[in-house]
């Protein structure tokens, strides 16, 4: 960790933070921590699921704004967008378009607390950026540097869709509309004709949907063969393993 005090008529205070060395995610939440009226944030990617918590949690004493790129908040099982809208954060997608109108990405990793503080950098609230990637975080004392960002926040605010909701998820029973919606989550209604459990994952297939498997990471699977379930997953295909359902969830 670095820190830098500058001495002008507006006193200046930086920090700076490398991951995975300097444990990051814990500043973002003692900063957090210390909020007293107000968080904005603009995030391209945002998955880690303590920081959304934070937040959450801020979003019942604060005002807390949640700005997010629209291509990576999407509900692939790893974005908390929705999580942080059913928890009463007001979460809006940052539409972005160049002199053309072509659409570009909100690639921002900021967030502004309480008029007065900065959080910057290459750091996405991602768990790989803080413990995996090399990347930096910057913590800026400043009211005229402060001021430049939560105006470009507000632009984007103003400029993004509204506030994000839930979408509904489909159900579906078959092989047509398990191929449909790759890379969505979905909920898969049928009975299962057989289970094999690995070392650390188990493959639950369905009857009547062929070269199709439920993948669940744990062995705690409590359905047998010929149970009738609904289960949500998300549905990939690679050439490696298939197509394939991520479990997610089953529903009651």
């Known amino acids: 960790m670095l820190i830098f005090v500058f001495s002008s008529l507006s006193s200046t205070t930086v920090d700076v933070y490398f991951s995975p060395n300097d444990h990051v995610r814990s500043h973002i939440l003692r900063l957090l921590d210390n909020t007293k009226k107000s968080v904005d944030v603009?995030?391209?990617?945002?998955?880690?699921?303590?920081?959304?918590?934070?937040?959450?949690?801020?979003?019942?004493?604060?005002?807390?704004?949640?700005?997010?790129d629209p291509r990576n908040a999407n509900d692939n099982g790893f974005s908390k967008a929705y999580f942080l809208s059913d928890n009463n954060v007001n979460v809006r997608y940052a539409k972005v378009l160049d002199r053309r109108g072509i659409?570009?990405?909100?690639?921002?990793?900021?967030?502004?607390?309480?008029?007065?503080?900065?959080?910057?950098g290459s750091y996405n609230w991602t768990v790989s950026a803080n413990?995996?990637?090399?990347?930096?975080?910057?913590?800026?004392?400043?009211?005229?540097?402060?001021?430049?960002y939560e105006n470009e926040f507000l632009m984007l605010w103003r400029n993004g869709t509204l506030n994000v909701k839930h979408k509904s998820i489909e159900t579906i029973s078959t092989k047509n509309e398990i191929m449909n919606?790759?890379?969505?989550?979905?909920?898969?209604?049928?009975?299962?004709?057989?289970?094999?459990?690995?070392?650390?994952?188990?493959?639950?297939?369905?009857?009547?949907?062929?070269?199709?498997?439920?993948?669940?990471?744990?062995?705690?699977?409590?359905?047998?063969?010929?149970?009738n379930v609904k289960l949500k997953a998300l549905i990939e295909n690679s050439e490696r393993y298939g197509l394939e359902g991520i479990y997610r969830g089953q529903i009651k």
């Open 42 to 68: 603009a995030m391209f990617s945002f998955t880690d699921m303590k920081l959304a918590k934070k937040i959450a949690e801020l979003s019942k004493r604060f005002k807390v704004r949640v700005l997010l």
């Open 103 to 120: 659409p570009g990405i909100m690639h921002d990793k900021f967030a502004v607390i309480d008029d007065k503080t900065v959080i910057t």
């Open 131 to 148: 413990l995996r990637n090399n990347e930096n975080l910057v913590v800026i004392r400043n009211k005229p540097i402060e001021k430049l």
């Open 181 to 227: 919606n790759i890379g969505k989550v979905v909920i898969i209604n049928g009975k299962i004709r057989g289970i094999r459990k690995g070392r650390s994952v188990v493959f639950v297939y369905f009857k009547g949907i062929k070269r199709f498997k439920m993948v669940v990471f744990n062995n705690s699977v409590i359905w047998k063969k010929g149970d």
